[in-house]
């Protein structure tokens, strides 16, 4: 992954891939120019053996390419397309897949700015969202979808697992069943499935049938609290169609995006081994601590409970990503907030430092309170991002700040 799908050669020998901050790309002839638009603009489809060239960098950036070749590596994906920001990604894939009179089904919970665009944008455009519930077998998915009295129109089933912020699990193998059953003739309905929590080295969806995988790459891809971003991945076919909305709303990334994220893919795997490691620790210290009602995290899912099986299928590791129900309320959940010394106080998540946050009034503010309750979002829940500092550090931040609740 580190070096492929870069020629040092091409670029006066730099062992690394260089910032091409450029807005432009020069032709060598007019007919070069005239054959790269023809593939740009899906005017015709590529030749064999002909390679398409650099245009202009909102189409496409050897930064951008390049980073796009490597990320498809971790996931085993055809194609990647990458955004300015996780939810462009998200929104143009939305945009992209679904029209007035769709309907989309999607997992509960999902990130805040994912259900705010899915039930206050989406609509307004004449699009259906039917959220389902973790843990409904595939049955009262059917049944709540012949239900609606839309089910025909059913175009996409998108999916986050695990869930942000309660780190519910969704059975993505069960979801692409749901969708082939409501799939008609040529029309597909799609399985989309936000993999930020686990990042390109936990989970796999495409491996499970899924069509689309995305990610806010600002996060584990990032990891450094440096750069905002966005990835999807699926197949050559799904990703002409994305790359294609996205040349048009420009919200591709930039080159120094691109180059920033290329830099962090060559320690994303020691970065999230040591993250995972931590979190076990640390889960299992707050599993005993008298202060904290329940612990969310996929390492404490027990061998009798349905979600096991789902998750010994699904994932290489329990990650790093952990919630926990404090005894309280807003008001304690806050008194440990303000009190961390080395842990942030901070959303966003996957980076190098330990964050934390209220999801409550934070990340997940913007979705009404009954629907947040309903849901497992309470005041009592603080959202953990474990970082790489020493395990010993964090658990010493996290007890320290709990002597004042």
Known sequence: MMSYGYKPSLSEGAIKCPVFQTSTFVFKTAEEGKAFFEVAYGLREQRANEEMGLIYSRLNNPDLEILEDRLCLWDGAEECAVFESGMSAITTVLLEFLKPGDLLLYSMPVYGGTDHFINHFLPKIGIHPLGFRPGMTENEIRSLVDNIGHKDSLAMIYIETPANPTNTIIDIESCVRVAAQYSQGDKKVLTAVDNTYMGPLWQHPLRHG??????????????????????????????K????????????????????????????????????????????????????????????????SPA????????????????????????EAFAFLNNLKMIKL???????????????????????????????????????????????????DIDQALEYV
């Open 241 to 304: 169609r994305v790359k294609t909305l996205r040349t048009f709303l420009g919200n591709m990334a930039g080159p120094w995006t691109g180059w920033l994220l290329m830099r962090s893919l060559e320690t994303l795997k020691v970065r999230m081994e040591q993250q995972a490691s931590n979190a076990v620790m640390v889960a299992d210290h707050l599993l005993e601590h008298p202060k904290v009602d329940k612990v969310y995290y996929l390492g404490c899912i027990r061998p009798h």
């Open 308 to 331: 096991y099986e789902i998750y010994q299928r699904q994932y290489t590791s329990p990650g790093a990503m952990l919630s926990f129900d404090i005894r309280g309320g807003e008001k």
């Open 210 to 239: 899924a069509d689309i995988v995305l990610y806010s790459a600002t996060k584990y891809i990032g990891g450094h609290s440096d750069v905002i971003a966005g990835a999807v991945l699926s197949s050559s076919e799904i990703i």
């Open 346 to 396: 901070a959303v966003s998540l996957g980076s190098t430092e330990s964050l934390a946050e209220h999801p409550a009034s934070m990340t997940h503010a913007g979705i009404e309170p009954s629907h947040r309750e309903e849901m497992g979002i309470r005041d009592s829940l603080i959202r953990l991002s474990v970082g790489v500092e020493n395990y010993r550090d964090i658990i010493w």
